[in-house]
């Protein structure tokens, strides 16, 4: 058989794969579009909550970024001092910003913070001497695990006044961002294992009402994957219709919850909605595919077996 011959009767076969197992979703109509509906729900909770995931997450990390441990100076504190406790700062691998703040610049803030209306508050500390807001290096992280060591490399250096720990609140941050990670995993594994229980089922019962046709064509020598490949088929293209329909009605939900929440909350940001179509939908049709597959191969095993 020539290279052409070959080619030609490879084709043959996929094409007729693939026309057999759409004349068998046609078959079992019903079924198959129950099987594809309810392989879109399950994939649109969990693209539900990977969003809440990944904006809690985005959130985390807006409020990692934002936090500053202030290590505030002694009055008495040296220049070596105070070289030798910003050496250390910067020495701290994270930190992406360690600052010099003195009196007047402390002053200042708490004046801004007051307000106009307020501004009376602090009236009377413009003198040197009479400004009892010490001088602090504010020390700004790239996430929130950061702040432990930074707070262990200030610890025990000499001129070293105080130093604002926020490990509570980082503490917290983490356990929520582990805690959404857990949740997710087994979210995942749960829906995951649904879907793969119901394309199998919907592929057991077209094995079953073809299960004479599978004995004779086992008796005349078809091969268990020229057997198989159909009903793979069959079973991935369940799988990215679900996923391709989770998908569009994910992201026009999403939309819709972006354009509401933005505007009775100003100043919020939520992951663009665009994230869905260039990450979420790939990433399904991927999944969808697999678990088809997957499903599909575990559900006709027992049937090969003549």
Do not use: H
């Not at 294992?193 to 094995?207: D, E, Q």
């Not at 793979?232 to 026009?252: D, F």
């Not at 990433?283 to 997957?294: E, P, R, T, Y």
């Amino acid at each position: 058989m020539s290279r052409e011959e070959d080619t030609v009767m490879k084709i043959s076969t996929i094409k007729y794969f693939i026309m057999d197992a759409l004349k068998s979703l046609k078959r079992n109509k019903t079924v198959s579009l129950a099987s594809v509906a309810t392989v879109a729900a399950t994939l649109f909770i969990l693209g539900v909550f990977l969003l809440i995931v990944f904006n809690v997450n985005a959130a985390v990390k807006e409020v990692g970024a934002g936090l500053e441990v202030k290590v505030y100076l002694k009055d008495n504190v040296t220049i070596s001092e105070k070289s030798a406790i910003e050496r250390a700062l910067n020495d701290v691998q994270g930190v992406t910003e360690v600052k010099f703040e003195d009196k007047t610049d402390a002053l200042n803030k708490v004046k801004k913070q007051f307000g106009s209306e307020n501004k009376s508050l602090a009236q009377g500390f413009e003198n040197k001497n009479k400004n009892p807001f010490p001088t602090a290096y504010i020390v700004k992280v790239e996430k929130p695990e950061v702040v432990s060591n930074v707070v262990k490399a200030a610890t025990g250096l000499k001129g070293i006044d105080q130093i604002n720990d926020v490990r509570d609140l980082v503490s917290k941050i983490i356990k929520i961002t582990n805690t959404l990670k857990v949740i997710g995993f087994v979210l995942f594994v749960i829906l995951i294992s649904v879907s793969l229980f119901l394309i199998g089922n919907t592929i057991k019962l077209t094995v079953y009402s073809r299960k004479k046709e599978i004995g004779i064509m086992k008796f005349v020598g078809a091969t268990d994957w020229f057997i198989r490949w159909p009903f793979i088929i069959e079973g991935m293209i369940l799988g990215i219709s679900g996923a391709i329909i989770s998908t569009g009605v994910l992201y026009y939900a999403y939309r819709l919850v972006c354009i509401k929440f933005t505007s009775v909350i100003l100043g919020v940001s939520l992951m663009n909605p665009q994230f869905i179509l260039s990450t979420v939908l790939w990433q399904f049709m991927l999944g969808g595919l697999v678990i088809g597959a997957i499903g599909s191969s575990i559900s006709i095993r027992k049937f090969l077996i003549v």
